[in-house]
């Protein structure tokens, strides 16, 4: 049983910087592993980025490559993402998702957040 909420969405301006938390509770020992995800109506969930939080390594999708910033703080059980630079693109409903991590790379992606939402106006 594990919990997360995610905080921290808002409405920037195109080029301004947003950070969001998913805040992980209950098991949090039967997690190793969350994702941020998001998604537009009308399109598929993109994911944006993963860490695992043993090892803290991190992967990103392309879109957003050298604009956003994974990593946990384990004291407070919180992943974060930090958005720079954002496009208007970039809005939509932001999900963390955590999960365990399979060999060779991967999230089960078991447990997920209701979403925060983010808007980027030009």
């Known amino acids: 049983q594990v919990q997360l909420v995610e905080s921290g969405g808002g409405s920037v301006q195109a080029g301004g910087s947003l950070r969001l938390s998913c805040l992980v509770s209950?098991?949090?020992?039967?997690?190793?592993?969350v994702g941020w995800f998001r998604q537009v109506a009308g399109k598929e969930r993109e994911r944006v980025a993963r860490?695992?939080?043993?090892?803290?390594?991190?992967s990103y999708a392309d879109s957003v490559k050298g604009r956003f910033t994974i990593f946990h703080d384990n004291a407070k059980n919180t992943v974060y993402l930090q958005m720079n630079s954002l496009k208007p693109e970039d809005a939509a409903m932001y999900y963390c998702?955590?999960?365990?991590?399979?060999?060779?790379?991967?999230?089960?992606?078991?447990?997920w957040g209701q979403g925060t939402q983010v808007t980027v106006s030009s």
């Open positions: 998702a955590a999960g365990v991590g399979f060999y060779g790379g991967g999230c089960s992606d078991k447990y």
């Open positions: 209950g098991s949090t020992y039967s997690v190793n592993c």
């Open positions: 860490i695992n939080t043993g090892y803290s390594t991190t």
